[in-house]
Nanobody
Framework: QVQLVESGGGLVQPGESLRLSCVAS????????MGWYRQGPGKQRELVAR???????NYGDSVKGRFTISRDNAKNTVYLQMNSLKPEDTAVYYC??????????WGQGTQVTVSS
């Protein structure tokens, strides 16, 4: 059974940083492109960062230059380094394959709140 467990969220002030982790079980991440998604209050889920199986990366315009996605295939883990956080980054952050092949893979996510 596939499980994707996100962690590392929290409450921070604008301008601060967080590092999110996504640990996978039941799936070998090196075979997949992976992404970080987020869903803010009253908004649809959006893809904010993507890393391919060959380690090419892409970012949404709203986070480009501030967020960095990376992967450690030996640890079956994907990371999202978030710098210069803004209030509009407030959301629940999820990891999944990119594209998301199976809706059942969505986990609980990790809450990021940016507030002064």
């Amino acid at each position: 059974q596939v499980q994707l467990v996100e962690s590392g969220g929290g409450l921070v002030q604008p301008g601060e940083s967080l590092r999110l982790s996504c640990v996978a079980s039941g799936i070998t991440l090196r075979f997949y492109g992976m992404g970080w998604y987020r869903q803010g209050p009253g908004k649809q889920r959006e893809l904010v960062a993507r890393i391919t199986r060959d380690d090419y990366t892409n970012y949404g315009d709203s986070v480009k230059g501030r967020f960095t996605i990376s992967r450690d295939n030996a640890k079956n883990t994907v990371y999202l380094q978030m710098n210069s956080l803004k209030p509009e980054d407030t959301a629940v952050y999820y990891c999944n394959t990119a594209p998301p092949y199976d809706a059942a893979y969505w986990g609980q996510g990790t809450q990021v709140t940016v507030s002064s």
